[in-house]
Structures are given as C-alpha cells and as structure tokens.
C-alpha cells in the first residue's frame, strides 16, 4: 500500500522568510496530492491541492510543486507571516473511488517574530 | 452550526468504562470518517462510512465499536480501552467516498483514558 514520508517534522522560519516542506510517495499509482493545515487546537483544514497531470499549482502565497519521476511533492509558503504557524500534513490518494487518503506524520511549523 | 461538530471536546475516562463519541455534519455529505491522531504519528484512518454502510475497518480493535444511524450522525463508542488509546480522534465528512474527496474534519475528541 501507499506510504507518505514528510520532512522536517519541525520547522522553525523567521517571519517574511520562505518555508518548505517536502513529502515523498511509494505508490506510482497516487495521483491526487492534498495539503492540510491544522492550527493549534483546531482542526485540520484542506489548504491547496495538486493532481498528477501538473507540476506546480499556486494559491496566493502558498504552492505545491510536483515531481512524478521522483516520487516527491512539496509544499511552499513565501512572505510567512505568524498565521502560518501550524501543522501541515500531506497526503496521497488514487483518485479513485474505493481508495482512500493517506497522511504524513506532519511538519509542525513555527514562525519567529 | 455549520460543518461538523463533535463532541465532547474532552473525555478523561478509566480503562474500564464505557463511553461514547459523537459526530455530526451538516453538509448534505454522503460519507463520515474516524481518524485517529496521536503525536508524531500520521492520521490514522479507523473506519468509514458511505451512505450509513461501513466501506472501511482498518484493522481497528473491536473496544471500538462504530455506529452510523444516517448519514449526518456517526458514533464512536469506547469499552475497556487502554492508556494507549489516549489520543485526539477525529471525524470527517466528505461528498463521497473517494480518494480525491476534501475532507472536512470536526474540532475532534481529546481521550484521556485512565
């Protein structure tokens, strides 16, 4: 089945500086790429997104970028801001109906004033 | 409310109690989740539902026993579980079952058990 490493676990950026967090899959089969962000006490919302049939998708400050080769996907944010402060946790999927979500064990990401 | 509500926030019990989690969505979705998060491990899927049919059992336990009245509710009951089960666990609702499918995760339970 699928496997998902993440790296780092934390991630400590000063604030306006850029942050990167890289995951890789075993499944050559995946092809859908979520990103969730979990706040401090809150609960885990989907941020950005990303399918096997592009490389790079942008939101604002935020993108993910997608290597199929490799087998790796990372996460960007630019311009931090202390808002950015959370956990962020990626994941692989087949987009296919039977098959299911599987998470990393998350980045946890702080941003110094 | 909007979304999905869970509660309690917090539940503290003895390894010999019986207690129970509940999970409610209002989003017209056909499909709920549990998941389990511990620290630095990744989120654990437990079981799912599809239109009130249980899809999915991740090799859970039997002291945790789901239920899924209709497809709005889903319960988590709890019986002589161990320190080990200590953990926040969530629920999660989505339009369908499907890899590709957004979740939309509840606040979650904190478990403390005794």
């Known amino acids: 089945g699928e496997n998902v490493e993440q790296h780092p676990s934390t991630l400590s950026v000063q604030e306006g500086d850029s942050a990167v967090i890289k995951c890789t899959y075993s499944?050559?089969?995946?092809?859908?790429f979520p990103w969730y962000k979990q706040e401090l006490g809150k609960r885990p919302q989907l941020i950005i997104d990303?399918?096997?049939?592009?490389g790079e998708k942008k939101d604002q400050r935020i993108a993910v970028t997608l290597n199929k080769t490799a087998k790796h996907f990372s996460l960007h944010i630019t311009e931090t801001q202390p808002e950015d402060s959370a956990v962020y946790f990626c994941?692989?999927?087949?987009?296919?109906?039977?098959?299911?979500?599987?998470f990393g064990k998350g980045t946890r990401l702080h941003i110094l004033p | 409310e909007t979304g999905v509500t869970q509660t309690p926030r917090h539940l503290v019990m003895g390894m010999t109690n019986k207690k129970s989690l509940k999970c409610e969505q209002h989003?017209?979705?056909?499909?709920m989740y549990w998941y389990k998060q511990s620290a630095k491990k990744p989120l654990e899927l437990m079981f799912v539902?599809?239109?009130?049919?249980?899809?999915e059992n991740n090799s859970v336990p039997s002291r945790f026993s789901p239920e899924c009245p209709n497809s709005s509710h889903l319960f988590l009951h709890l019986h002589t579980l161990q320190p080990e089960d200590s953990a926040l666990y969530l629920c999660?609702?989505?339009?369908?079952?499907?890899?590709?499918?957004?979740?939309?995760f509840g606040s979650g339970t904190q478990l403390s058990v005794l």
């Open positions: 989003l017209g979705h056909n499909a």
């Open positions: 539902y599809n239109f009130k049919e249980q899809t």
């Open positions: 990303i399918r096997s049939n592009v």
């Open positions: 994941a692989a999927a087949r987009a296919h109906r039977d098959d299911k979500i599987i």
């Open positions: 999660a609702s989505s339009q369908e079952v499907g890899g590709d499918e957004k979740l939309f």
């Open positions: 499944d050559s089969a995946s092809n859908y």
